[in-house]
């Protein structure tokens, strides 16, 4: 198995432009789970689905940050527009219930 | 929501010298989680622990659960360069969510 896996592994773009970041789940687990890490704040949940379904965006920034989970193995998150705060390293982690979490290499950005 | 507390934030250690990190919650746990995060990588998992007292190792690794499933501990013998990293304990939250901790830097100076 692949592991988790994410795209881009890094992002440069500038303020205002939309970043889309990509996450493939592990085949078999049914729950995604995007963070943030920063160094002021540390791992942050964003967001969380469960069968596709999001239960918990309460960690949702603001109305820029959208998430969609189109089928069971692939997800996104959207920025749009994007500002300097948002720079930060993206992780997407996968997990079957309330098992494991399995962590993608995370997607680097850097806001301009 | 859940809230927990790590300490300590960061810890320099000589290699070949002992390293522990805490895991404290207002709540009692169900479980609890550690992760190991190397420098510009992602968070892996390392150990599970559910039972009240339960003592896992992992070569020199020990984690323990506290009696009243509140706390935790993560203790390293005899560090060695391939333990830097931050490592954070993960508790579980809401449906299938872990909040996870504020992590503890570890450098160990060769």
């Known amino acids: 198995d692949a592991g988790v896996i994410q795209s881009p592994r890094h992002e440069v773009t500038e303020m205002g432009q939309e970043v889309t970041l990509r996450c493939k789940l592990i085949?078999?687990?049914?729950?995604l789970f995007w963070y943030r890490q920063t160094m002021m704040r540390g791992l942050e949940l964003l967001i969380y689905f469960n069968n596709n379904v999001p239960i918990d965006d309460s960690g949702m920034p603001e109305d820029r940050f959208s998430a969609k989970m189109p089928n069971a193995s692939f997800s996104t998150l959207k920025i749009q527009p994007s500002e300097p705060r948002d720079s930060a390293v993206y992780f997407c982690?996968?997990?079957?219930?309330?098992?494991?979490?399995?962590f993608g290499p995370g997607t680097r950005l850097t806001v301009l | 929501g859940q809230q927990v507390m790590q300490i300590p934030q960061y810890q320099h250690v000589q290699e070949g010298e002992d390293f522990t990190t805490y895991c404290n919650s207002s709540t009692t746990l169900s479980n609890i989680q550690w992760y190991k995060q190397r420098p510009g990588g992602h968070p892996v998992f390392l150990i599970q622990l559910v039972k009240s007292g339960e003592v896992k190792k992992q070569k020199r690794l020990t984690f323990q659960f506290g009696e009243a499933k509140k706390n935790s501990s993560l203790h390293i013998t005899a560090t060695q360069t391939t333990d830097v990293g931050t490592y954070f304990c993960?508790?579980?939250?809401?449906?299938?969510?872990?909040?996870f901790g504020t992590g503890t830097s570890l450098t160990v100076i060769p």
């Open positions: 993960a508790v579980p939250n809401t449906g299938n969510q872990f909040y």
């Open positions: 982690a996968s997990s079957f219930g309330e098992a494991t979490q399995y």
């Open positions: 085949s078999g687990h049914n729950s």
